[in-house]
């Protein structure tokens, strides 16, 4: 099992409040990313980032917001919850150098917004 | 525009038979591969990779792929397959080391006892 954990595991939450998904790693990975998936269905990135202090924006970024202070920790940010929010999402970490790069996912948190 | 194919939604297998999952990618270079494999209720796990070298490689839970540089595709394969694979499976390619992951649209597999 990989080492990369994410908090909640589940959130029901109203529409309008700001939320932080937690996921931290203990791999010592460089790269994370932020996915969002609705059940059975394709991933969508939402944010990724090559190392500290390094944020990309993915497919779904423009209603949340990331930060990358310590190798080990990657948030993910909802400033205003909205029920076309409520999905899965999952996070994920890589090795960016050699020749790892395959990506551990965490086990996920089940996003609903009422 | 790089993009990832899966082309069939839904795959049906009997138990014991081969089974082949199919990805064809549209990626410039010599792209890294990778399968993902996600359980019902489950995180996704990387089943296998092809970063260069023999074109067939190995991976978990005695799957394999074929890479196809000619035909740009990836095709996963199983000689025999069990019921327990049955899942979402994930095609996955990265340009390079510094670009970001593409994910195919996932390909359902199910194993008929």
């Known amino acids: 099992e990989a080492d990369i954990y994410q908090t909640p595991r589940y959130l029901v939450i109203g529409t309008g409040k700001k939320i932080t998904l937690e996921c931290s790693q203990t791999?010592?990975?460089?790269?994370m990313y932020w996915y969002q998936q609705d059940p059975g269905m394709e991933l969508h990135l939402i944010h990724y980032s090559y190392g500290v202090n390094s944020t990309e924006k993915g497919d779904l970024s423009s209603e949340s917001t990331v930060s990358r202070i310590r190798t080990e920790h990657f948030p993910l940010t909802l400033e205003s919850a909205r029920p076309s929010h409520t999905s899965q999402y999952l996070c994920a970490s890589s090795l960016g150098w050699s020749v790892s790069h395959e990506q551990y996912f965490g086990p996920g948190t089940r996003l609903t917004v009422t | 525009a790089q993009s990832v194919a899966q082309p069939e939604d839904q795959v049906n297998v009997a138990e014991g038979n081969p089974l082949t999952v199919k990805c064809t990618y549209s990626?410039?270079?010599?792209?890294?591969l990778f399968w993902y494999v996600q359980y019902p209720n489950r995180g996704l796990q990387f089943l296998l990779k092809y970063i260069t070298g023999d074109n067939l490689v190995k991976g978990s839970y005695g799957f394999e792929a074929e890479f196809n540089k000619s035909q740009t595709s990836f095709h996963l394969k199983k000689p025999s397959a069990l019921v327990s694979d049955s899942a979402l499976y994930f095609c996955a390619v990265m340009k390079t080391s510094y670009d970001k992951v593409i994910f195919g649209p996932g390909t359902s597999l199910s194993v008929i006892p």
């Open positions: 990626v410039s270079g010599n792209p890294y």
């Open positions: 791999m010592g990975h460089d790269k």
